[in-house]
């Protein structure tokens, strides 16, 4: 799922956690990460909401949660963030955190 600005907040309101990659076009790490993102969306669908947000189009976003550098991974649940990965992780990292919200 593709985040934007506009539907930030809405998808906040879910009730299920949610998984949101930061990254850029330009960004290396951020294209091998990619198709790691993608698996874990396939696999999680109907139990977490996850998404990619690319910080120069959200950059209140990026902004608001202090992301430095990409890739960054947030956590969220209650629309809280409550956990984060930086850098290029594997799929199995990614999977735990997002386990222990399930």
Same mark, same amino acid.
Do not use: H
């Given at each position: 799922?593709?985040?934007?600005?506009?539907?930030?907040?809405?998808?906040?309101?879910?009730?299920? =956690?949610?998984?949101?990659?930061?990254?850029?076009?330009?960004?290396? =790490?951020?294209?091998?990460? %990619?198709?790691?993102?993608?698996?874990?969306?396939?696999?999680?669908?109907?139990?977490?909401?996850?998404?990619t947000a690319d910080v120069?189009?959200?950059?209140?976003?990026? %902004?608001?949660?202090?992301?430095?550098?990409? =890739?960054t991974v947030l956590f969220?649940?209650?629309?809280? =963030?409550?956990?984060?990965?930086?850098?290029?992780?594997?799929?199995?990292?990614?999977?735990?955190?997002?386990?222990?919200?399930?």
């Open positions: 799922m593709k985040v934007t600005e506009e539907n930030f907040n809405t998808i906040m309101q879910q009730p299920l =956690p949610v998984m949101i990659d930061f990254g850029a076009t330009w960004c290396g =790490p951020c294209k091998a990460l %990619a198709p790691r993102i993608e698996e874990i969306e396939k696999e999680y669908e109907g139990r977490a909401i996850v998404g120069d189009e959200c950059s209140d976003l990026a %902004a608001q949660f202090r992301i430095r550098n990409v =890739p969220f649940k209650g629309g809280q =963030p409550v956990d984060k990965s930086v850098g290029l992780v594997a799929k199995e990292t990614l999977a735990e955190k997002l386990n222990a919200l399930l």
